[in-house]
Nanobody, 119 residues
């Protein structure tokens, strides 16, 4: 059974940093790409960043230069380092994992972790 568990969310002031973690179980993790998405109240879910199974990365323009995604295959975990947080980063953040050797088509999702940035 595939499980994704996000952690690390919280309430911070603008300009602060947070690091989110996504622990994945039930997969051969090194074969899977992992993405982070977020959904703010009243808005549609949006792509934030992803790290492919081969280590490549992509970022939304809104977070480029502030957020960094990384993975530790030995720990089956992906990290999202978020710096210079802005109030508009406030959202529930979800991680998702693809099938083997895919770079999109996310198959499994976590429950999400809340990030709130106050001005």
């Amino acid at each position: 059974q595939v499980q994704l568990v996000e952690s690390g969310g919280g309430v911070v002031q603008a300009g602060a940093s947070l690091r989110l973690s996504c622990a994945v179980s039930g997969r051969t993790f090194s074969r899977n790409s992992v993405g982070w998405f977020r959904q703010a109240p009243g808005k549609e879910r949006e792509f934030v960043t992803c790290i492919w199974w081969n280590g490549g990365t992509q970022y939304a323009n809104s977070v480029k230069g502030r957020f960094t995604i990384s993975r530790d295959n030995a720990k089956n975990t992906v990290y999202l380092q978020m710096n210079s947080l802005k109030p508009e980063d406030t959202a529930v953040y979800y991680c998702a994992v693809t099938g083997d050797y895919k770079i999109s088509q996310y198959e499994y999702w976590g429950q999400g972790t809340q990030v709130t940035v106050s001005s």
